[in-house]
């Protein structure tokens, strides 16, 4: 099995972006499982751009794209990607896009093929604090997210394909009160355990258990 999994670059203000931090500490191979780190620009169209490339040259199984959310205190594998893009702060480069579609021909939502409800327990089993989120926002996360799950029904239908949403580390919240963060650490271990759930539902169901919310 081939694992893409990808982190962002800093964005927004911040000195660092955990994920990028994280996915790179990750090793080439765990249990047989090829995995291959990239780090894309927080940059709408460039990092799918980016991210289609190494699709193509690395072939992977699965895509597991990886982001900052400053605020949430859990890992929160995402259930659903938007076709919308609306930017609430302008990406690395200056595209603030408002209510833009990111694919004319795609639908309006696609939802994670990887699973999501076996990973949070895997989590929580292992003692990382972890939720399914319902949404992923309208920034560059929800759109690389929308692509990859996009190209995994348009072009490569083989491909189990997500996101992940970490919190921020402690570095990053020593001049933000009350910031809940992660240590780098776990965050690391919970990649890892997210790799190998996702390699050990390949060709399963996802568990049914709850992952509902009341709002
Ligand atoms: N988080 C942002 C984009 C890059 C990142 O790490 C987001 O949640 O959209």
Do not use: W
């Not at 990239?38 to 199984?61: A, C, M, Q």
């Not at 794209?65 to 702060?89: F, L, Y």
């Not at 990406?91 to 409800?117: H, M, Q, V, W």
């Not at 933000?176 to 890892?192: G, V």
């Amino acid at each position: 099995m081939r694992v893409l999994i990808t982190g962002f670059d800093k964005f927004g203000g911040e000195s660092i972006n955990p994920s990028s931090l994280c996915v790179n500490s990750l090793p080439d191979v765990i249990d047989n499982i090829e995995i291959k780190k990239i780090t894309l620009p927080t940059v709408f169209k460039d990092s799918s751009r980016i991210l289609e490339e190494n699709i193509d040259s690395f072939s992977p199984n699965i895509v597991i794209c990886v982001g900052q959310a400053g605020g949430r205190s859990k890992i929160t594998p995402e259930r659903i990607a938007i076709n919308i893009d609306d930017a609430r702060i302008p990406d690395n480069i200056g595209n603030s896009p408002i209510d833009e579609a990111i694919r004319k021909d795609g639908e309006n939502a696609y939802f994670s093929t990887l699973p999501i409800k076996a990973i949070v327990d895997e989590l929580n089993k292992n003692n990382i604090p972890s939720a399914i989120s319902n949404t992923a926002g309208t920034f560059v996360c929800n759109h690389i997210m929308y692509e990859a799950l996009y190209l995994s029904k348009k072009k490569y239908p083989n491909i189990k394909a997500g996101f992940i949403h970490i919190p921020y580390i402690k570095e990053q919240v020593i001049d933000k009160p009350n910031m809940p963060f992660m240590k780098k650490e776990d965050i690391i271990q919970a990649l890892k355990i997210i790799i190998k759930t996702s390699v050990n539902y390949f060709d399963k169901e996802d568990t049914k258990i709850t992952g509902g919310l009341e709002h």
